[in-house]
């Protein structure tokens, strides 16, 4: 039933009249209706269908709703081409209050850019899916570490440089793509301005499935892309995958954080299949960090865990899984707090190139690694540390230090000349209680390096 201040529509010459009136309404989509053109909402008018199986809003040519103040869009599914924007943000508005995204089905991007002269906006999500997305041709794209990326299906980007400036947001039952069917691009995207510059308190994501691609050529060292990625600018009270987060090509890291987010849970597994497609980098600030489900990699250099910059209090994972060469299963080299890892990590490729910072470098698929810079304040292992390529080192402390160390099964190196404990370069680590075995090399190495710590130590 429909109150005085809803418009039901059926066609577009009733959208356009329905558009064109004065002050705030509801704007209702009793039926599917193809429109030529963009349409804008005017502020406070909100745009809703019936549900979104029936009510469906397509645009043949260019974007889709423009939103410009205080609009909701729900119940509704909107289609553009993928290449285009489905929903988006207008710029001008100083205050854009508050913009509301529930139960919508897109094809195309969801776009909510704030620009110079915005310095408010409040965004709330509940429940969204984009089915299809090509995201890769927009311009504006964070840059650091030698790495630009790439905008998401669902983009979420102060881009406005004012200190003052803020983006308020909680995003709830997003959805991306779908398997073997990923989105081009990143999947879902956060980002302020910069390190600086305008912001974005980010209360709640939380996700179901996630599928996305970047597209990117093999050997590309400066794009990358994130199925989930919070980047610099955004301080993230919780993260939630409630789906699984799949990418599929290079430089397509599945989880990656730049900001800071407090919680991260992660309820699905975790897959990536191209090459230097990383299942968790961070080099953010993250408090807690729990995997429930495993995270498995693919591709050539493919790493499961990195930490390069920022730092992690409590981190802890079900299980880890690599198979490229370079595919390093966890590696650190920033301080962190407690690493947990409940069953094992194993990886299976040899030496191999990997994307570090902006440079293809070659690295050995090593199980653990510390490197200088890097500090673990306890090492806890619930199964196995266990390599099986060649030429690699299981457990390596190259420069960095390990503080406590509990391995619940062994560390064993079964590849030719690979060996299962490594400490060198001025690293330091106790193997208290901690059982070594190499088939082909040897239990442990010492190359300049510490163990601090020997008892219960058993080489074989």
């Known amino acids: 039933m429909n109150?005085?201040?809803?418009?039901?529509?059926?066609?577009?010459?009733?959208?356009?009249?329905?558009?064109?009136?004065?002050?705030?309404?509801?704007?209702?989509?009793?039926?599917?209706?193809?429109?030529?053109?963009?349409?804008?909402?005017?502020?406070?008018?909100?745009?809703?269908?019936?549900?979104?199986?029936?009510?469906?809003?397509?645009?043949?040519?260019?974007?889709?709703?423009?939103?410009?103040?205080?609009?909701?869009?729900?119940?509704?599914?909107?289609?553009?081409?993928?290449?285009?924007?489905?929903?988006?943000?207008?710029?001008?508005?100083a205050d854009m209050g508050t913009l509301k995204l529930g139960n919508v089905a897109v094809t195309g991007q969801v776009s909510i850019i704030a620009r110079t002269g915005t310095d408010a906006l409040d965004l709330v999500v509940d429940g969204l899916h984009v089915a299809a997305c090509d995201a890769r041709h927009y311009s504006e794209q964070p840059q650091k570490y030698g790495v630009n990326v790439y905008q998401g299906a669902l983009t979420v980007y102060n881009f406005n440089s004012d200190d003052a400036s803020r983006v308020t947001a909680s995003l709830r039952d997003v959805s991306v793509g779908a398997p073997n069917a990923p989105v081009l691009g990143s999947g879902?995207?956060?980002?302020?301005?910069?390190?600086?510059?305008?912001?974005?308190?980010?209360?709640?994501?939380?996700?179901?499935?996630?599928?996305?691609?970047?597209?990117?050529p093999a050997g590309t060292a400066n794009m990358i892309t994130g199925g989930v990625f919070v980047v610099y600018g955004v301080h993230a009270r919780r993260v939630e995958h409630l789906g699984e987060t799949v990418t599929y090509g290079v430089n397509d890291m599945?989880?990656?954080?730049?900001?800071?987010?407090?919680?991260?849970?992660?309820?699905?597994?975790?897959?990536?299949?191209?090459?230097?497609?990383?299942?968790?980098?961070?080099?953010?600030?993250?408090?807690?960090?729990?995997?429930e489900a495993a995270v498995t990699t693919h591709g050539l250099g493919a790493r499961g865990f990195n930490q390069y910059d920022g730092t992690v209090e409590s981190i802890?994972?079900?299980?880890?899984?690599?198979?490229?060469?370079?595919?390093?299963?966890?590696?650190?080299?920033?301080?962190?707090?407690?690493?947990?890892i409940d069953e094992s990590v194993t990886t299976h490729g040899s030496v191999g190139n990997t994307l570090v910072k902006g440079v293809n470098v070659e690295l050995p698929a090593q199980a653990f690694s510390v490197q200088s810079g890097g500090e673990v304040d306890q090492l806890a292992v619930g199964g196995d540390l266990v390599t099986h390529g060649a030429e690699v080192s299981t457990y390596a402390v190259e420069g960095g230090r390990v503080l406590a160390i509990d391995v619940q099964g062994s560390v064993l190196a079964h590849g030719e000349g690979s060996d299962a404990v490594r400490v060198?370069?001025?690293?330091?680590?106790?193997?208290?209680?901690?059982?070594?075995?190499?088939?082909?090399?040897?239990?442990?190495?010492?190359?300049g390096g510490e163990v601090t710590d020997r008892s219960g130590f058993s080489a074989t």
Request: include cysteine.
């Open 316 to 340: 802890r994972f079900k299980s880890i899984e690599t198979f490229g060469d370079g595919s390093i299963g966890i590696q650190v080299s920033k301080p962190v707090g407690t690493v947990r």
């Open 3 to 93: 109150d005085s201040s809803t418009t039901p529509v059926a066609s577009l010459n009733e959208l356009m009249s329905a558009l064109s009136g004065d002050g705030p309404r509801t704007i209702q989509l009793t039926a599917s209706v193809a429109c030529p053109h963009a349409i804008t909402l005017p502020p406070g008018v909100s745009l809703v269908g019936t549900d979104r199986d029936r009510s469906v809003l397509s645009f043949a040519h260019g974007d889709g709703v423009g939103l410009t103040a205080d609009n909701r869009v729900s119940d509704l599914t909107v289609i553009a081409t993928p290449a285009a924007r489905a929903i988006y943000a207008q710029a001008g508005t």
């Open 424 to 447: 060198s370069d001025g690293g330091a680590t106790p193997l208290t209680g901690v059982r070594a075995r190499a088939d082909a090399g040897e239990a442990l190495v010492e190359t």
């Open 188 to 216: 879902v995207f956060v980002s302020g301005f910069g390190d600086e510059g305008g912001q974005v308190e980010l209360d709640t994501l939380t996700t179901g499935a996630v599928y996305s691609t970047g597209m990117l």
């Open 254 to 291: 599945v989880l990656d954080a730049w900001g800071t987010v407090d919680t991260w849970t992660v309820r699905a597994p975790v897959t990536s299949y191209g090459p230097s497609a990383i299942g968790f980098v961070n080099f953010g600030t993250v408090g807690e960090f729990v995997a």
